[in-house]
Every structure is written in C-alpha cells, then in structure tokens.
Nanobody
C-alpha cells in the first residue's frame, strides 16, 4: 500500500511560481516512475511530468522550459517546480505512481489568475 500526499498548491498571478510536493508513505527507492498529472474543469486528466527511479524526466510540451520535476529519495518526496505560470495551468494537480497497481494522491488545487 502506498499513500501519496500532495501539497503546495494555491492562488498565484500569471508569471508567478509555485512548488508542489508529493510525499510518499514508503521509500521512493522502492518506486519506479512517479508522475504529476493535472485535470482542469471539463477536461481529461493529463500527464504534466514524470521522473524515473534513475532520475530521467519527461514533460508535456505545454510545460517544457517552465516546469521542473525532481525527486529526493532521502525525503521520499517528489517535487514539481512551476515557473512562469499561465492561467491555462489552472487545474487540480495529482501525484501518481504504480506499484502492482495505480496509486493517486488526493490532489492539490493550483489557480493562476490573469
């Protein structure tokens, strides 16, 4: 069983920054890829970025150059640094991993005002 707890969301003006955290209930050394997804109202959930156990990362085209994903295995935490935020980044952001089954966090709201 894996619990994922997101934090760090909030309201920010366009051009601002936020850092999201995803804390895992078990050692992240035992987890493979951990990802951040987001879901805006009326839209499907989409992958924002993910990071492998080896540290390799992938990003959605819409966030490349603005968002950075990282993992701290000593803290069992994955971070998403979000810079140059845009109103279209407004969504609920979810942390995800797979270990025999899918695990999702409860989500954290990010709202970017224009």
């Amino acid at each position: 069983q894996v619990q994922l707890v997101e934090s760090g969301g909030g309201l920010v003006q366009a051009g601002g920054s936020l850092r999201l955290s995803c804390a895992a209930s078990i050692s992240t050394l035992s987890l493979n890829t951990i990802g951040w997804y987001r879901q805006a109202p009326g839209k499907q959930r989409e992958l924002v970025a993910d990071i492998s156990s080896g540290g390799a990362s992938t990003y959605a085209d819409s966030v490349k150059g603005r968002f950075t994903i990282s993992r701290d295995n000593a803290q069992n935490t994955v971070y998403l640094q979000m810079d140059s935020l845009k109103p279209e980044d407004t969504a609920v952001y979810y942390c995800h991993t797979f270990r025999f089954r899918n695990y999702w966090g409860q989500g954290t709201q990010v709202t970017v005002s224009s």
